[in-house]
């Protein structure tokens, strides 16, 4: 069944996310968000051209927490601490993560939407903990040994394809690639097809385009296309055994088996988004980072030993996910600051990750920081990434192959990062394979 559904025409591949807000706001400028306030960080510009590193640092030195009065996404509090980040992610029962009250990210569900897309990241405890427990077997230990060899195939397949002696573009080629075939695996999804799960994700995790009124009518179709596709392997496993895919280990489950169609949707874009925009970009930020610092790049080619510390230490320069957000339960006071019932509170992940109280240099990799693993990258508490270590695994055996093969990339042309304020990467990175 799921080889038909494959055949249909009807999946649109286009246009990409990007291109489509994109191409309206070059038609319709001002719809450009302005920003007032120094400190609304909401505003994507800053990532795209990567300047946000002195704004959070102006904000840690003044303190954990900021009130933003007035933006694009409403008012606001910026979690700018190591620290008061992992406080604020202990209590979630003051702080929600519920799509009933918010969800996890900046935006603001317009009041006349009733488009809704429950999760288990964004629900609070007890349904959170059966649904999370339900895709949480798909991540152990012993799983990550079982796709360890495949993983380690995939990648050695990939990196032996890339052409020497000429510019490519390795978030196409290497991170996109490795990490679409990866949830393909995991979901048991048609291999040929593979490429949907990309176009989905994009359309999926991108904050900004859900500010853009005009494009809501296409994402939503784009997602319930996702949502058609899914039902029917949905369908297809629910006439089989068991199997260790994740969809298999939803139908299988008490907590899971009679999720609405929104939940469902909202589950599936969870695991995609999380599962490919989060390691993608730490894939091209690895690149980056150490074309930026040559002399990590030639510690790495030196001592292979210290490939699991410089993928910490990389997933905590990068940060891929910038923030998460949490609303108020209460009234409540935070760090000396009265937080009023239904606040908003982004906790900027890649600003704690940069904070000078608890990283020496922040700014700079350095793969023999022996604290890199305190990244909270992943996130901290009952809500912390199911999918780590899955993560860790695709980035190690990355960074282990192109050992292997002493293989040396060099930025060697264009380097675009994505406009947004929640996936925090890079859309293309030209480079050349030398050897060393």
């Not at 360890?148 to 052409?163: C, K, M, Q, Y």
């Not at 940060?319 to 600051?337: I, W």
């Not at 109280?357 to 912390?384: C, L, M, Q, S």
């Amino acid at each position: 069944m799921a080889t038909q559904a494959a055949e249909k025409p009807q999946w649109r591949t286009e246009p990409t996310a990007y291109k489509a807000l994109s191409d309206y706001l070059s038609d319709n400028p001002q719809a450009q968000p302005h920003h007032e306030h120094p400190f609304d960080v909401s505003r994507s510009d800053i990532y795209f051209e990567d300047r946000w590193q002195p704004i959070f640092a102006e904000m840690r030195a003044k303190g954990p927490l900021h009130y933003v009065p007035e933006s694009p996404f409403g008012p606001y509090w910026n979690v700018v601490q190591h620290k008061a980040i992992q406080h604020v992610e202990s209590l979630p029962d003051i702080f929600s993560s519920s799509w009933e009250h918010g969800g996890i990210t900046i935006l603001e569900r317009p009041e006349d939407s009733d488009f809704e897309l429950p999760m288990f990241i964004a629900m609070d405890r007890p349904k959170h903990t059966g649904q999370r427990r339900t895709v949480a077997p798909a991540f152990t230990p012993g799983e990550m040994k079982r796709m360890e060899d495949e993983i380690r195939h995939r990648t050695g397949e990939v990196l032996d394809s890339l052409p020497e002696g000429e510019t490519f573009d390795w978030v196409e080629k290497v991170s996109i690639e490795l990490t679409t075939g990866m949830l393909a695996i995991l979901f048991g999804f048609p291999w040929k097809d593979r490429h949907l799960l990309t176009y989905w994700s994009d359309w999926a995790g991108d904050t900004e385009l859900a500010i853009v009124r005009e494009l809501d009518e296409y994402r939503q179709g784009v997602l319930q296309e996702m949502a058609a596709y899914f039902q029917q392997l949905w369908v297809e496993r629910s006439q089989a055994e068991p199997t260790p895919d994740l969809i298999s280990m939803m139908i299988h489950s008490e907590a899971m088996n009679q999720m609405s169609p929104q939940e469902f949707m909202g589950n599936l874009v969870l695991l995609i988004v999380g599962g490919n925009d989060t390691t993608r970009n730490t894939m091209s930020g690895i690149i980056h980072g150490f074309d930026k610092f040559p002399d990590q790049r030639k510690l790495f080619e030196e001592d292979p030993s210290l490939i699991p510390n410089a993928v910490q230490e990389c997933i905590r320069f990068q940060t891929p996910l910038a923030h998460m957000r949490r609303t108020a339960n209460e009234d409540t006071e935070l760090f000396g600051e009265q937080i009023k019932k239904g606040d908003k509170l982004v906790l900027w992940y890649l600003s704690a990750n940069r904070d000078e109280t608890v990283f020496e240099n922040p700014d700079k990799i350095d793969i023999t920081r022996d604290n890199a693993r305190r990244n909270i990258a992943f996130g901290y508490g009952i809500h912390r990434c199911v999918g780590a270590r899955l993560a860790e695994l695709q980035l190690r055996i990355l960074l282990e192959e192109m050992h292997k093969r002493r293989m040396r990339v060099h930025v060697a042309g264009d380097v675009e990062r994505v406009r947004a304020n929640f996936v925090h990467g890079f859309r293309k990175l030209e480079v050349e394979l030398t050897r060393f």
